[in-house]
Protein backbone atom coordinates (compact mmCIF):
# COMPACT_ATOMS: atom_id res chain seq x y z
CA UNK A 1 0.00 0.00 0.00
CA UNK A 2 0.80 3.63 -0.05
CA UNK A 3 1.62 6.57 -2.47
CA UNK A 4 3.81 8.83 -4.36
CA UNK A 5 1.92 12.11 -4.40
CA UNK A 6 2.88 15.70 -5.93
CA UNK A 7 6.64 14.75 -6.02
CA UNK A 8 9.00 16.21 -8.41
CA UNK A 9 12.81 15.94 -10.21
CA UNK A 10 13.10 19.38 -11.33
CA UNK A 11 17.01 20.20 -11.12
CA UNK A 12 19.68 20.23 -12.98
CA UNK A 13 23.11 20.47 -12.70
CA UNK A 14 23.97 18.53 -9.84
CA UNK A 15 20.65 17.75 -8.71
CA UNK A 16 18.59 14.56 -10.47
CA UNK A 17 16.30 15.35 -12.82
CA UNK A 18 15.18 11.82 -13.58
CA UNK A 19 12.58 10.16 -11.48
CA UNK A 20 10.03 11.89 -10.07
CA UNK A 21 8.41 9.69 -7.93
CA UNK A 22 10.86 6.75 -8.42
CA UNK A 23 14.52 6.03 -9.24
CA UNK A 24 15.43 2.55 -9.76
CA UNK A 25 18.77 1.19 -10.73
CA UNK A 26 20.66 -2.05 -10.56
CA UNK A 27 17.82 -3.41 -8.03
CA UNK A 28 14.37 -5.18 -7.95
CA UNK A 29 11.44 -3.26 -7.07
CA UNK A 30 7.59 -4.40 -6.18
CA UNK A 31 4.50 -1.83 -5.79
CA UNK A 32 1.29 -3.42 -4.90
CA UNK A 33 -1.78 -1.29 -4.05
CA UNK A 34 -0.14 1.89 -4.83
CA UNK A 35 -1.19 5.11 -6.11
CA UNK A 36 1.39 7.62 -8.06
CA UNK A 37 -0.66 10.74 -8.39
CA UNK A 38 0.84 13.87 -10.03
CA UNK A 39 4.15 13.51 -10.19
CA UNK A 40 6.82 15.21 -12.47
CA UNK A 41 9.90 15.54 -13.63
CA UNK A 42 12.07 17.58 -16.31
CA UNK A 43 13.63 14.75 -18.14
CA UNK A 44 11.90 11.11 -18.30
CA UNK A 45 10.47 9.41 -15.78
CA UNK A 46 8.12 11.54 -13.76
CA UNK A 47 6.34 7.78 -12.03
CA UNK A 48 9.32 5.61 -12.40
CA UNK A 49 12.65 5.77 -13.88
CA UNK A 50 14.33 1.71 -14.16
CA UNK A 51 17.59 1.07 -15.02
CA UNK A 52 19.25 -2.25 -15.29
CA UNK A 53 16.56 -2.91 -13.09
CA UNK A 54 13.74 -5.77 -12.34
CA UNK A 55 10.33 -3.94 -11.62
CA UNK A 56 6.79 -5.51 -10.66
CA UNK A 57 3.73 -3.55 -10.47
CA UNK A 58 0.37 -5.14 -9.40
CA UNK A 59 -2.83 -3.40 -8.45
CA UNK A 60 -1.90 0.10 -8.78
CA UNK A 61 -2.98 3.46 -10.01
CA UNK A 62 -1.05 6.04 -11.86
CA UNK A 63 -2.85 9.08 -12.31
CA UNK A 64 -2.29 12.80 -13.41
CA UNK A 65 1.19 12.88 -13.99
CA UNK A 66 2.31 15.69 -15.97
CA UNK A 67 6.21 15.55 -18.07
CA UNK A 68 7.55 17.09 -21.55
CA UNK A 69 8.82 13.46 -22.03
CA UNK A 70 8.28 10.03 -20.80
CA UNK A 71 6.15 9.11 -17.71
CA UNK A 72 8.12 5.78 -16.89
CA UNK A 73 11.48 5.49 -18.58
CA UNK A 74 12.98 1.80 -18.86
CA UNK A 75 16.39 0.78 -19.81
CA UNK A 76 18.00 -2.51 -20.31
CA UNK A 77 14.74 -3.57 -17.74
CA UNK A 78 12.37 -5.87 -17.02
CA UNK A 79 8.73 -4.51 -16.42
CA UNK A 80 5.49 -6.65 -14.86
CA UNK A 81 2.57 -4.76 -14.76
CA UNK A 82 -0.51 -6.50 -13.50
CA UNK A 83 -4.07 -5.43 -12.49
CA UNK A 84 -3.23 -1.72 -12.99
CA UNK A 85 -4.96 1.59 -14.24
CA UNK A 86 -2.81 4.31 -15.87
CA UNK A 87 -5.39 7.25 -16.68
CA UNK A 88 -5.03 11.57 -17.35
CA UNK A 89 -1.40 11.11 -17.55
CA UNK A 90 0.12 13.85 -20.06
CA UNK A 91 3.55 13.70 -21.58
CA UNK A 92 5.27 12.16 -24.47
CA UNK A 93 5.86 8.67 -24.17
CA UNK A 94 3.91 6.36 -21.38
CA UNK A 95 6.28 4.15 -21.56
CA UNK A 96 9.54 4.64 -23.24
CA UNK A 97 11.57 1.33 -24.01
CA UNK A 98 14.90 0.25 -24.26
CA UNK A 99 16.47 -2.85 -24.55
CA UNK A 100 13.67 -4.17 -21.94
CA UNK A 101 10.92 -6.29 -21.71
CA UNK A 102 7.39 -5.18 -20.94
CA UNK A 103 4.37 -7.36 -19.87
CA UNK A 104 1.18 -5.76 -19.26
CA UNK A 105 -1.96 -8.03 -18.00
CA UNK A 106 -5.48 -7.04 -17.14
CA UNK A 107 -5.14 -3.48 -16.83
CA UNK A 108 -6.76 0.03 -17.85
CA UNK A 109 -5.44 3.21 -19.97
CA UNK A 110 -7.77 5.56 -20.31
CA UNK A 111 -7.88 9.55 -20.80
CA UNK A 112 -4.32 9.28 -21.52
CA UNK A 113 -2.78 11.92 -23.70
CA UNK A 114 0.37 11.48 -25.00
CA UNK A 115 2.35 10.89 -28.14
CA UNK A 116 2.44 6.96 -27.50
CA UNK A 117 1.42 4.67 -24.42
CA UNK A 118 4.51 2.53 -25.48
CA UNK A 119 7.23 3.56 -27.22
CA UNK A 120 9.79 1.34 -28.37
CA UNK A 121 13.53 2.21 -29.51
CA UNK A 122 15.78 -1.00 -29.62
CA UNK A 123 15.30 -4.70 -28.88
CA UNK A 124 12.12 -4.81 -26.87
CA UNK A 125 10.10 -7.36 -25.86
CA UNK A 126 6.11 -6.21 -25.48
CA UNK A 127 3.30 -8.30 -24.07
CA UNK A 128 -0.02 -6.69 -23.55
CA UNK A 129 -2.90 -9.39 -22.07
CA UNK A 130 -6.33 -9.01 -21.22
CA UNK A 131 -6.16 -5.08 -21.08
CA UNK A 132 -8.25 -2.26 -22.57
CA UNK A 133 -7.25 1.00 -24.01
CA UNK A 134 -10.36 3.47 -23.94
CA UNK A 135 -10.92 7.39 -24.60
CA UNK A 136 -7.03 7.71 -25.15
CA UNK A 137 -5.39 10.77 -27.36
CA UNK A 138 -2.43 8.91 -28.09
CA UNK A 139 -0.80 6.80 -30.69
CA UNK A 140 -0.67 3.11 -28.62
CA UNK A 141 2.35 1.89 -29.76
CA UNK A 142 5.33 3.31 -32.14
CA UNK A 143 7.65 0.99 -32.86
CA UNK A 144 10.94 1.89 -34.86
CA UNK A 145 12.64 -0.32 -37.19
CA UNK A 146 14.17 -2.53 -34.14
CA UNK A 147 11.88 -1.84 -31.50
CA UNK A 148 10.59 -4.96 -30.95
CA UNK A 149 11.80 -8.36 -30.68
CA UNK A 150 9.88 -11.25 -31.91
CA UNK A 151 7.67 -13.03 -29.27
CA UNK A 152 5.68 -9.69 -28.77
CA UNK A 153 2.36 -9.69 -29.03
CA UNK A 154 -1.30 -8.12 -27.84
CA UNK A 155 -3.73 -10.91 -26.75
CA UNK A 156 -7.77 -10.23 -25.92
CA UNK A 157 -7.31 -6.36 -25.95
CA UNK A 158 -9.53 -3.75 -26.87
CA UNK A 159 -8.80 -0.60 -28.68
CA UNK A 160 -12.35 1.79 -28.04
CA UNK A 161 -12.47 5.60 -29.01
CA UNK A 162 -9.01 6.06 -29.19
CA UNK A 163 -7.77 9.32 -31.14
CA UNK A 164 -3.89 10.74 -32.25
CA UNK A 165 -2.81 13.79 -32.30
CA UNK A 166 -2.56 16.24 -35.12
CA UNK A 167 1.10 16.60 -34.12
CA UNK A 168 1.27 13.44 -36.97
CA UNK A 169 0.23 15.58 -39.31
CA UNK A 170 2.86 17.91 -39.14
CA UNK A 171 5.51 14.86 -38.98
CA UNK A 172 3.94 12.85 -42.03
CA UNK A 173 1.72 14.68 -43.73
CA UNK A 174 -1.55 12.99 -42.52
CA UNK A 175 -3.08 11.11 -39.76
CA UNK A 176 -0.73 8.26 -38.37
CA UNK A 177 -3.61 6.52 -36.65
CA UNK A 178 -3.43 4.08 -33.43
CA UNK A 179 -0.38 2.03 -34.25
CA UNK A 180 2.41 3.54 -36.10
CA UNK A 181 5.75 1.83 -37.12
CA UNK A 182 7.51 -1.67 -38.28
CA UNK A 183 5.58 -4.56 -36.28
CA UNK A 184 7.16 -7.60 -37.97
CA UNK A 185 7.83 -9.33 -34.81
CA UNK A 186 3.80 -8.13 -33.33
CA UNK A 187 1.33 -10.46 -33.14
CA UNK A 188 -2.49 -9.04 -32.50
CA UNK A 189 -4.95 -11.90 -30.93
CA UNK A 190 -8.05 -11.62 -30.39
CA UNK A 191 -8.44 -8.11 -29.84
CA UNK A 192 -11.59 -5.73 -30.28
CA UNK A 193 -10.98 -2.34 -32.61
CA UNK A 194 -13.83 0.24 -32.03
CA UNK A 195 -12.79 3.80 -34.00
CA UNK A 196 -9.06 3.29 -33.74
CA UNK A 197 -6.97 2.61 -36.70
CA UNK A 198 -3.95 1.29 -37.94
CA UNK A 199 -2.75 3.78 -40.64
CA UNK A 200 1.18 3.48 -41.34
CA UNK A 201 1.33 0.33 -39.52
CA UNK A 202 3.61 -2.12 -41.84
CA UNK A 203 4.17 -5.66 -41.51
CA UNK A 204 1.68 -5.86 -38.84
CA UNK A 205 0.43 -9.98 -38.12
CA UNK A 206 -3.19 -10.10 -36.50
CA UNK A 207 -5.16 -13.17 -35.37
CA UNK A 208 -9.08 -12.26 -35.01
CA UNK A 209 -12.27 -14.46 -35.21
CA UNK A 210 -14.15 -11.59 -37.03
CA UNK A 211 -11.70 -9.64 -39.54
CA UNK A 212 -12.23 -9.77 -42.89
CA UNK A 213 -10.32 -8.25 -45.70
CA UNK A 214 -12.79 -5.35 -45.39
CA UNK A 215 -11.52 -4.53 -41.94
CA UNK A 216 -7.90 -4.30 -42.91
CA UNK A 217 -4.83 -2.29 -41.85
CA UNK A 218 -2.07 -1.00 -44.03
CA UNK A 219 0.30 -3.39 -44.76
CA UNK A 220 -0.66 -5.70 -42.13
CA UNK A 221 -0.59 -9.67 -43.06
CA UNK A 222 -4.01 -11.55 -41.22
CA UNK A 223 -4.10 -14.59 -40.08
CA UNK A 224 -7.17 -16.14 -40.17
CA UNK A 225 -8.75 -18.44 -38.08
CA UNK A 226 -8.48 -21.52 -40.85
CA UNK A 227 -4.55 -20.88 -40.78
CA UNK A 228 -4.49 -19.04 -44.39
CA UNK A 229 -2.95 -15.72 -44.67
CA UNK A 230 -3.90 -12.03 -46.38
CA UNK A 231 -2.28 -8.85 -47.02
CA UNK A 232 -4.45 -6.51 -47.42
CA UNK A 233 -4.53 -2.51 -47.38
CA UNK A 234 -6.29 -0.48 -44.27
CA UNK A 235 -9.37 1.11 -43.51
CA UNK A 236 -10.47 3.42 -40.92
CA UNK A 237 -12.59 1.85 -37.88
Given at each position: ???????????????????????I?????????????S?????????I????????????????????????????????????????????????????????????????????????????????A??????????????????L?????????A???????????????????????????????????????????????????????????????????????????Y???
Open positions: GGSFDNNSADGYGGSMHMGGAVYKDSTAKFNNVVFKNRCKLDGAAYAYEAEVSIENCTFDGHETDRDIFNVEYSSFDVSGSTFINNKGYDLFDLNYSSLIINSSEFKSNDLYNIINTSYNNTVGVNSNFTGNDACMIDAASYGNEGSYYRDCFIENTHKDRYSELYGDPCGSFVGNFANMVFYDCEFGNSNFKRANNLSIRYTDLSADEAVLGATVIFEDGTEETIGKFF
